[in-house]
């Protein structure tokens, strides 16, 4: 896919707002999988505004934030507290241009995968940056709307009507494509979560609302096994070959 129509997607100003919700679901599972930690280095793909690393900076933890957009570069800045400002590198830029030299004992990989242009090079990066032992985030969304097959006419007539258009066609990675290619660089599942059950009009909820419902489908057993995204925890168990 075009990077130049992600970065434009993701510079949209009002791209945080419209998906706070989700941003803010997803930072919550990052909390629930990783508790309290210390001493560690961080490298957090995709990183938009820094809502998902962030709470984990403290003066023992570094973390390196990659984002194509300088928007969100920008406001990932911003967020960062000046007196810990020493222990955060923000790059601005493809996830390519980190350097294999670096290893990092996390790495968050939320609302990336969707976005690449090639996974398979996504997963080449990971194999490379992330420490024997290391642990991996990674989220995927197979199909984004459960029964948009059957309320394929009313998305149709809708977007029609409305004169939207998709920015660009996303990756689908199924999960056992990602458990799969997650196998072949040494990483096993340890938990997993799945949530988000997108309904007709949920854009004009308020995110209060949202929140209620997404957290629902997250925490109901029976809701969550219908839902649109997969957040792993990975954990890497052996040392492969460093892949180029």
Not at 23 to 52: H, M, P, T, Y
Not at 57 to 82: C, F, G, Y
Not at 112 to 137: C, S, T, Y
Request: glycine share 6%; proline share 5%; with cysteine.
């Amino acid at each position: 896919m075009p990077q130049n129509k992600v970065k434009v997607f993701f510079d949209r100003l009002d791209y945080l707002k419209n998906s706070s919700d989700r941003i803010d679901i997803r930072a919550r599972v990052v909390r629930q999988f990783l508790g309290e930690i210390g001493n560690l280095k961080i490298l957090d793909i995709g990183c938009g505004d820094g809502s998902l690393s962030l709470p984990m900076l403290n003066e023992s933890n570094r973390i390196t934030m990659v984002d194509i957009s300088d928007q969100m570069i920008a406001q990932a800045q911003k967020n960062v507290p000046d007196h810990l400002a020493c222990n955060v590198d923000l790059i601005n830029g493809s996830f390519e241009i980190i350097s294999d030299a670096l290893q990092f004992d996390i790495v968050l990989c939320v609302g990336v995968i969707a976005h690449v242009p090639d996974v398979a090079r996504l997963w080449r990066k990971i194999a490379n940056v992330l420490k024997p032992g290391g642990l991996l985030i990674i989220e995927t969304t197979p199909n984004p709307y459960p029964i948009g097959k059957l309320l394929f006419p009313y998305y149709f007539v809708r977007n029609l009507l409305s004169g939207k258009t998709p920015q660009y066609a996303k990756n689908r990675v199924k999960v056992a494509d990602l458990l799969e290619a997650a196998k072949g660089i040494g990483l096993e599942s340890l938990q997993s979560v799945r949530y988000s059950f997108p309904l007709p009009g949920m854009t004009h909820w308020s995110h209060k609302a949202k929140m209620r419902y997404t957290l629902f489908t997250l925490n109901n057993k029976f809701a969550s096994r219908f839902g649109s995204e997969h957040i792993f925890l990975l954990q890497r168990t052996a040392m492969e070959t460093t892949h180029t």
